[in-house]
């Protein structure tokens, strides 16, 4: 199956400070990728869809100058928390799907 | 607007024993997608239905898809130890955008 990465895996920064989270889709190429937000113990949260070449698309109640979504090339896109707070913390994964949804393995943020 | 429900959200099991997860969707969906997430990872596919009637199986798991009634099934059968982790079930909102169930934390005791 295809395969998608994230980088870092786990993160823990400052209150105020932004952190860029990146997926990869390491196989294939991915026009359109997809951003999740888990918080403990609850179900997965689509926030936005990160769109090759153009701008994404946010879901309702998500702040896009909050959560930036760059996706700058066919295998790439990253998503920057900016200005983060403790309530940011999260479980972050990104998703791409050549044919069905292949997840990445998440990313880990704890903002202190 | 799409809506997902699973039940039960919390599931203890008997080794041994069979069990269902229940899934409904509020719209017409194409697919249908059973994941597993074990504690602190992320998640791994199970099944894509994709059409009515659909049933796939792998190893003690078995997935069926009824479309007319907007409902899937995640059957288990002699539920062992390595089963034990939380399980979502997600449609497709058209365009790939997934929306999850709740999920359902399974338990197996022996």
């Known amino acids: 199956g295809a395969v998608v990465s994230q980088h870092p895996s786990w993160v823990i920064c400052k209150s105020g400070t932004s952190v860029k989270i990146e997926c990869r889709s390491l196989?294939?190429?991915?026009?359109?990728m997809f951003w999740y937000r888990q918080f403990p113990k609850q179900s997965l949260m689509l926030m936005a869809t990160?769109?090759?070449?153009?701008?994404?698309?946010?879901e309702q109640g998500v702040e896009k100058d909050k959560f930036l979504i760059n996706h700058a090339s066919l295998t790439l896109s990253t998503l920057t928390v900016t200005s983060a707070h403790p309530e940011d913390s999260s479980f972050y994964i990104c998703?791409?799907?050549?044919?069905?949804?292949?997840f990445g393995p998440g990313t880990r943020l704890t903002v202190t | 607007e799409l809506k997902v429900e699973q039940n039960p959200l919390f599931l203890s099991m008997q080794e041994e024993k069979n069990y269902t997860i229940y899934c409904n969707y509020s719209?017409?969906?194409?697919?249908l997608y059973w994941y597993r997430q074990d504690p602190g990872k992320s998640l791994e596919s199970l099944f894509v239905?994709?059409?009515?009637?659909a049933v796939k199986q792998e190893g003690r798991l078995m997935a069926s898809l009824d479309t007319k009634a907007r409902l899937s099934t995640l059957h288990i059968t002699a539920a062992v130890h390595d089963l034990s982790a939380t399980y979502f079930c997600?449609?497709?909102?058209?365009?790939?955008?997934?929306?999850f169930g709740q999920g359902t934390e399974l338990s197996v005791k022996p």
């Open positions: 998703s791409a799907a050549p044919d069905e949804q292949y």
């Open positions: 196989d294939f190429q991915a026009t359109t």
């Open positions: 990160s769109n090759e070449g153009s701008k994404a698309t946010y």
């Open positions: 719209t017409t969906s194409d697919r």
């Open positions: 239905l994709l059409s009515n009637g």
């Open positions: 997600a449609v497709d909102n058209q365009g790939g955008k997934l929306i």
